[in-house]
């Protein structure tokens, strides 16, 4: 897959949270407030936007500096990327980084 196609994938699930953000905003806020489903729909979809769009950056910055995902990869460990920074419980992990395992450790 090309660096093109790979970002206009997450360009689309970037589109699809926004989207979802919106209907979920588009009723009152009185209904907004006594509706669970709306609250964790929204709050899904900030995650989702936020993680397509740092999957954006980290596929551009691969790009650009290293020539493959394995040096991408091996930057990111050495330097204590730990993807923890991207959420506050430490709950994203993006699909060109490290893998679970590891971010844990």
């Known amino acids: 897959m090309s660096v093109r196609e790979v970002v206009m994938r997450y360009l689309s699930q970037l589109r699809e949270a926004i989207d979802e953000m919106h209907t979920c905003i588009s009723i009152t806020e009185e209904e907004f407030l ?34 493959n995902t394995r040096h991408l990869q091996r930057y990111i460990s050495e330097n204590g990327g730990k993807r923890r920074d991207l959420s506050l419980n430490g709950g994203i992990y993006g699909e060109t980084c490290c893998s679970k395992e590891h971010v844990s450790a």
């Open 34 to 67: 006594r509706s669970k489903t709306h609250g964790y729909s929204l709050r899904y979809s900030v995650i989702q936007a936020v993680e397509a769009a740092a999957n954006i950056g980290i596929v551009i910055l691969g790009e650009k500096v290293f020539s």
